[in-house]
C-alpha cells in the first residue's frame, strides 16, 4: 500500500450553486467603490491595488451562483437600511459618490489636498475633511473618539472590528528585500534582520493592546483585527512559509520515493490526501536522508504517527511539524535540497520566538478581557506561515467554549476548500473550537503577477464564478460541520466579511436549512460601506458588524484621498449604482414629507 486517500470532500455545496436568475440577481449588488478602504488606510499600497484591479476584474462578471427561491431577508429597504443615518449624513453619502463621480476631481484630488494644506492650513483642511470623508470612512481618531460611533452602531444591534488604521503595518519589506539573498542557504548562513523593524513591531504591540482594551470598552461583543505582518518582519513569514511549502512538499515526495512534481501545485492545491504506511515511509526517508540505525527512523515514525493506527495521516505530520526542529533534521539531508534550504537557522528561530511572544502577550491580555481577536490573511508569499501561527494560537486560545482567534480564509485561492476541511477536522480531533473570518481575497492581481512573473502556476482561481463557488463551498462547509444535523453540536464560529449581497443572502438560506445556531455565524462589512447588509441584518437579530477603521486625521486622510483615487474607474459598477440609488431613494422620501 503506498498511499491511500484520506479526506473525501463532500460535495453537496456544489448542489447549491446552480445558475439559474434569481430575484435579487438583476441587482447584482456589489458595492465596490470604496473596497480599498481598509487597506489604503493601513497604507498597504500592495492590498489596495489589488483590490481595485480585482474589482475592475469582477466588474463585468454576474454576481450569482446560488439557487434561492425566497431570500431570508428582504434587503431592499431603503428606510431598514439608512434609518440610523441622520439626513445630513445620507447627503454626505450621497454627495461622496457624486464627487467620486468627476474622475477630473479625483485625479487631482492629492494635489487639492496639497494646495489646501498650503493656503488654508492644516487645521482647516482637516476639518473639512473630517466633515467629509473621515467621518464618513473611519470612526475617530483615538479609542475615546470612536465611542459615539460605537454606541450608535451597538443601537442597531451592530459590532465593530476595531483596526487601528495610522501605523503602516504591512508596508512591502524594503529591508527585508535587501537582506533577501542572504536567506539562501539557511541553516548555515549568518543572515541579520534590520533591528529597526523589530522595534516597530514591539511598538506595534502597543497599538494592538490598545486595541483590544479599545474593543472592550466600546464594542464588548466585536473583536478586534491584527495582521501579523505588523509583529514580525515579513521577510521571517516568507522564509517560514518556505519552510512549510517545502515540509509538505516532503511529505508529498515521501510516497513517491523522492520523485519531484514535474509542476509544482499552488500551496493549497498540493496533494496531502496520503496516509503514509512504514514501508513507504522508509524507503522514501531512505533516498532523501542519511539514517543511522533502523530503531531511530522507527521511533521517529511512532512520534508521527500520532494516533498510533500504523499510518501516518497530513494531519498528524503537520501537527508534527515544529520549525525549530527542521534545522536539524536538515542535517541529515543526503543532498543540500529546497528543505535544506529553507530551514531557518538559529538567529531566525530567535525572531520567530520574538514574534510569537509579541502575539502572545496581545492574546493573554484579550483572553483576559474576553475579547475576540481576528488575524488578517495577507499575501501567498507569507499566507503559509501566518495559517501556521494561527493553528498554533488557536489550539492554545481556543478551548474555553468559545472560539477566541479566527483564522482568515481566502476563498480565492485554489484548493482552500480541502484546506478548509482539513482545519475543520484538525480542530475536531484536537479538542478546540474553530473560528474562522472567511473572504474572498484582497490581493488577486498582485498574486497572479508574481506567479507569472516566477513561471509559476496562479493561486489564484481563474474566473470570478471560481472564486464564488469557493467562497460558497467552504461558508457551507463550515455551516454543516456545525449544523445540530451532524454528529454533534459545536461551538464553533464562522464571519461571512463580503459586500456581496448573494454570498449573505446564501449564507442566510443555509442557516435555515441546516437549523445552524446564527449567533454563531456573523456577517462584516467595511465602515461606510454596503450600510443595506449591515443594518438590515443587524435589525433582523443577526450579528453584524462594521469592519472600523479609526487613527489620527492627518495620517488617515491621505490615505482615503489615494483610496478615492485609486477607484475612480469602480465608480459606475453595478452594485454602487445600487447602493446610490438606494440613498437617493431615501433622501427623497425623507424631503418630500415636508
Ligand atoms: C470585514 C472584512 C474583512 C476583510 N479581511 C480581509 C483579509 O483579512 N484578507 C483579505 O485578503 N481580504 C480581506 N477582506 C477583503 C475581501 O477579501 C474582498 O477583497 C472584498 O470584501 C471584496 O469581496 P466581496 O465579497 O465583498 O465582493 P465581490 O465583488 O463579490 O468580490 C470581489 C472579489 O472577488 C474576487 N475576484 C474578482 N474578480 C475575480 C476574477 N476574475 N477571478 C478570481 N477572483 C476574482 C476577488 O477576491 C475580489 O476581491 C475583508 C473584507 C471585509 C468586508
Redesign the pocket.
Known amino acids: 500500500m503506498a498511499a491511500r486517500t484520506l479526506l473525501k470532500l463532500p460535495h453537496s455545496a456544489t448542489r447549491q450553486l446552480r445558475h439559474p436568475v434569481t430575484r435579487w440577481q438583476s441587482c447584482n449588488h456589489?458595492?465596490?467603490c470604496f473596497?480599498t478602504q481598509?487597506?489604503v488606510l493601513r497604507g498597504c499600497r500592495k492590498?489596495s491595488q489589488?483590490?481595485l484591479a480585482?474589482?475592475v476584474?469582477?466588474?463585468s462578471?454576474s454576481?450569482v451562483s446560488v439557487d434561492l427561491e425566497r431570500p431570508v431577508i428582504d434587503f431592499n429597504s431603503a428606510e431598514v437600511a439608512f434609518n440610523s443615518k441622520t439626513t445630513f449624513e445620507l447627503m454626505r453619502s450621497w454627495m461622496i459618490f457624486k464627487i467620486c463621480s468627476f474622475r477630473v476631481v479625483v485625479r487631482h484630488c492629492d494635489s487639492l489636498y496639497a494646495v489646501s494644506l498650503k493656503v488654508l492650513g492644516a487645521n482647516l483642511t482637516h476639518s473639512i475633511m473630517r466633515h467629509l470623508m473621515f467621518n464618513h470612512f473611519c470612526a475617530g481618531e483615538t479609542v475615546e473618539g470612536i465611542i459615539p460611533r460605537m454606541q450608535q452602531l451597538r443601537d442597531y444591534g451592530i459590532g465593530g472590528?476595531l483596526d487601528y488604521a495610522a501605523e503602516a503595518k504591512d508596508e512591502p519589506p524594503v529591508a527585508a528585500e535587501a537582506c533577501e539573498e542572504t536567506t539562501v542557504g539557511a541553516p548555515v548562513s549568518a543572515r541579520t534582520f534590520d533591528y529597526k523593524g523589530e522595534s516597530m513591531c514591539d511598538a506595534n504591540v502597543e497599538i494592538f493592546l490598545k486595541a483590544i482594551h479599545g474593543v472592550r470598552d466600546t464594542t464588548p461583543n466585536g473583536f478586534a483585527?491584527i495582521?501579523l505582518t505588523g509583529l514580525g518582519n515579513p521577510m521571517l513569514l516568507e522564509r517560514m512559509s518556505t519552510c512549510l511549502v517545502e515540509m509538505t512538499e516532503l511529505f508529498r515526495r515521501l510516497t513517491t520515493e523522492g520523485q519531484m512534481d514535474k509542476v509544482r501545485q499552488p500551496y493549497y492545491c498540493m496533494d496531502r490526501s496520503f496516509l503514509l504506511d512504514w514501508d513507504t515511509f522508509q524507503k522514501g526517508w531512505r533516498s532523501m536522508f542519511h539514517v543511522r540505525d533502523e530503531e531511530e527512523l522507527r521511533q521517529f515514525f511512532a512520534k508521527l504517527d500520532t494516533s498510533g493506527d500504523g499510518v501516518i495521516s497530513f494531519l498528524e505530520w503537520s501537527e508534527s511539524i515544529n520549525l525549530s526542529e527542521i534545522n536539524e533534521l536538515c542535517r541529515s539531508c543526503t543532498e543540500e535540497g529546497p528543505l535544506f534550504q529553507a530551514a531557518l537557522d538559529d538567529a531566525e528561530l530567535d525572531l520567530y520566538w520574538n514574534m510569537i511572544s509579541r502575539v502572545k502577550k496581545i492574546l493573554d491580555e484579550a483572553q483576559q478581557l474576553g475579547v475576540r481577536v481576528?488575524?488578517?490573511?495577507?499575501?501567498m508569499d507569507i499566507q503559509p506561515a501566518i495559517d501556521h501561527l494561527v493553528i498554533h494560537l488557536q489550539r492554545i486560545y481556543n478551548r474555553q467554549g468559545q472560539p477566541l482567534v479566527f483564522q482568515?480564509y481566502?476563498?480565492?485561492l485554489k484548493g482552500m476548500h480541502s484546506s478548509v476541511l482539513h482545519d475543520l477536522e484538525r480542530s475536531k480531533r484536537e479538542g478546540w473550537c474553530f473560528g474562522a473570518?472567511v473572504?474572498?481575497?484582497?490581493?488577486?492581481v498582485s498574486e497572479r503577477e508574481k506567479a507569472s512573473n516566477r513561471g509559476l502556476l496562479s493561486p489564484?482561481?481563474?474566473?470570478?464564478?471560481?472564486?464564488?463557488e469557493n467562497?460558497h463551498r467552504v461558508i457551507n462547509a463550515i455551516l454543516e460541520h456545525n449544523s445540530p444535523k451532524g454528529s454533534e453540536q459545536t461551538q464553533n464560529e464562522l464571519?461571512v466579511?463580503?459586500?456581496?449581497r448573494?454570498?449573505v443572502e446564501y449564507t442566510l438560506q443555509r442557516i435555515q436549512e441546516l437549523g445552524n445556531d446564527h449567533s454563531k455565524v456573523h456577517f462584516?462589512?467595511?465602515l461606510g460601506?454596503?450600510d443595506h447588509l449591515t443594518f438590515t441584518l443587524g435589525t433582523h437579530g443577526y450579528k453584524a458588524?462594521?469592519?472600523v477603521p479609526y487613527g489620527p486625521i492627518d495620517e488617515v486622510v491621505p490615505y482615503l484621498i489615494r483610496r478615492t483615487q485609486e477607484n475612480s474607474t469602480l465608480l459606475g459598477?453595478p452594485?454602487v449604482q445600487e447602493e446610490r440609488k438606494m440613498v437617493t431613494r431615501e433622501l427623497r422620501r425623507r424631503l418630500l414629507r415636508f
Not at 481576528?374 to 499575501?379: K, L, Q, R
Not at 473572504?439 to 488577486?444: I, K, L, N, P, S
Not at 489564484?460 to 464564488?468: F, G, H, K, Q, R
Not at 466579511?497 to 456581496?500: I, M, P, R, V
Request: hydrophobic letters at 40%; proline letters at 2%.
Open positions: 456589489r458595492p465596490h473596497l481598509v487597506a492590498s489589488s483590490y480585482t474589482l476584474q469582477s466588474r462578471v454576481a472590528i483585527a495582521k481576528m488575524i488578517d490573511a495577507e499575501w482568515t481566502q476563498t480565492y473570518k473572504v474572498r481575497g484582497a490581493y488577486m489564484v482561481c481563474d474566473t470570478y464564478e471560481a472564486t464564488e467562497f464571519l466579511a463580503s459586500h456581496n448573494g454570498s462584516g462589512q467595511l460601506m454596503a458588524y462594521k469592519y459598477a452594485g
